[in-house]
């Protein structure tokens, strides 16, 4: 696979685009996964469908069409969620929904034959041109560094959001400006994992490095090199086997994450009894 990114252009893309995707999946993927906002950002991925139906549509690029609905979705559910009156479940159903639906009519109204829409559902990280790529490092950026000069807001607001407030710190600002990475954050994965299946890469290298340590920020660098491992590894089984890179990609990050939960659920199981058995004799000497 070496020498076919060296050669080839779309390998390249394919190349930085996996950087990319798993920098800012692994920053804002622990964020997701310590604040239980799983649905809430497979919401958000699915109703950006709407934008991409709409960009073919008025003929314009569908991943600005996404970005576009997903910033919307995120805004909205955040605002009718503060305001109360509807369960948060409920409201992202709807929203999730509605934007496939629209994606679809969208698409329908189209004249002439209907595009190949399997790329933005599933991922073709092969397909990965250079505006998008181009699209993808200016989001990228903007996460990081927004992550990084907040990370202290960040760090209390995850942990203690009551405390958070008490202390001056702006909650309601940080809740919405996360809903907009998160939006950002998809935009990103979408051509890497495709809205059905970015829900798997959000949160996969995250959960795995939540096994492996408690500190945020060790969490977040580790969540960003088993990102870059699975999506390297994936790219280059997609690449071999000829089979579709988002499933490749996320079909291996689960498994690993299930490998290391099963690990870690043994070890502490060994060291649960071990501890009972050294209880148990310290009783019987005393």
Same mark, same amino acid.
């Not at 929203?95 to 698409?107: P, T």
């Not at 659920?265 to 009894?273: D, L, P, V």
């Given at each position: 696979?070496?020498?076919?990114?060296?050669?080839?252009?779309?390998?390249?893309?394919?190349?930085?685009?996996?950087?990319?995707?798993?920098?800012?999946?692994?920053?804002?993927?622990?964020?997701?996964?310590?604040?239980?906002?799983?649905?809430?950002?497979?919401?958000?991925?699915?109703?950006?469908?709407?934008?991409?139906?709409?960009?073919?549509?008025?003929?314009?690029?569908?991943?600005?069409?996404?970005?576009?609905?997903?910033?919307?979705?995120?805004?909205?559910?955040?605002?009718?969620?503060?305001?109360?009156?509807?369960?948060?479940?409920?409201?992202?159903?709807?929203?999730?929904?509605?934007?496939?639906?629209?994606?679809?009519?969208?698409?329908?109204?189209?004249?002439?034959?209907?595009?190949?829409?399997?790329?933005?559902?599933?991922?073709?990280?092969?397909?990965?041109?250079?505006?998008? %790529?181009? @699209?993808? =490092? *200016?989001?990228?950026?903007? &996460? /990081?560094?927004?992550? +990084? $000069?907040?990370?202290?807001?960040?760090? #209390?607001?995850?942990?203690?959001?009551?405390?958070?407030?008490?202390?001056?710190?702006?909650?309601?600002?940080?809740?919405? %400006?996360? @809903?907009? =990475? *998160?939006?950002?954050?998809? &935009? /990103?994965?979408?051509? +890497? $994992?495709?809205?059905?299946?970015?829900? #798997?890469?959000?949160?996969?290298?995250?959960?795995?490095?939540?096994?492996?340590?408690?500190?945020?920020?060790?969490?977040?660098?580790?969540?960003?090199?088993?990102?870059?491992?699975?999506?390297?590894?994936?790219?280059?089984?997609?690449?071999?086997?000829?089979? #579709?890179?988002?499933?490749?990609?996320?079909?291996?990050?689960?498994?690993?994450?299930?490998?290391?939960?099963?690990?870690?659920?043994?070890?502490?199981?060994?060291?649960?009894?071990?501890?009972?058995?050294?209880?148990?004799?310290?009783?019987?000497?005393?």
């Amino acid at each position: 696979m070496i020498g076919a990114i060296i050669d080839y252009q779309f390998m390249q893309n394919a190349f930085f685009a996996c950087i990319l995707a798993s920098i800012v999946c692994g920053i804002i993927g622990v964020i997701i996964v310590e604040k239980k906002l799983v649905m809430m950002s497979g919401g958000i991925a699915h109703t950006s469908y709407g934008g991409v139906g709409l960009g073919y549509l008025l003929g314009f690029e569908p991943i600005i069409g996404a970005f576009i609905f997903a910033i919307a979705a995120a805004l909205g559910i955040g605002y009718i969620k503060r305001k109360g009156g509807v369960r948060s479940d409920v409201l992202i159903g709807l929203f999730w929904s509605l934007g496939m639906a629209l994606g679809i009519l969208f698409v329908a109204l189209m004249p002439g034959y209907p595009p190949d829409l399997s790329s933005y559902l599933f991922g073709n990280i092969l397909a990965v041109t250079k505006a998008n %790529l181009r @699209l993808m =490092l *200016i989001l990228s950026g903007i &996460v /990081v560094f927004v992550i +990084v $000069a907040l990370f202290n807001d960040w760090k #209390a607001y995850l942990f203690d959001e009551e405390f958070a407030s008490i202390v001056g710190i702006k909650t309601t600002f940080l809740e919405y %400006l996360l @809903l907009v =990475l *998160i939006a950002m954050t998809v &935009v /990103v994965l979408i051509r +890497v $994992a495709g809205i059905i299946l970015v829900l #798997a890469l959000l949160t996969a290298p995250a959960a795995t490095s939540e096994i492996l340590t408690t500190n945020l920020k060790r969490r977040m660098i580790y969540s960003v090199i088993l990102g870059n491992i699975y999506c390297l590894a994936g790219l280059w089984l997609s690449y071999e086997l000829n089979i #579709a890179s988002g499933a490749a990609i996320v079909i291996l990050s689960v498994v690993c994450y299930l490998l290391f939960y099963a690990v870690h659920s043994i070890a502490g199981k060994a060291r649960s009894r071990k501890l009972a058995a050294c209880h148990e004799e310290s009783h019987k000497c005393g």
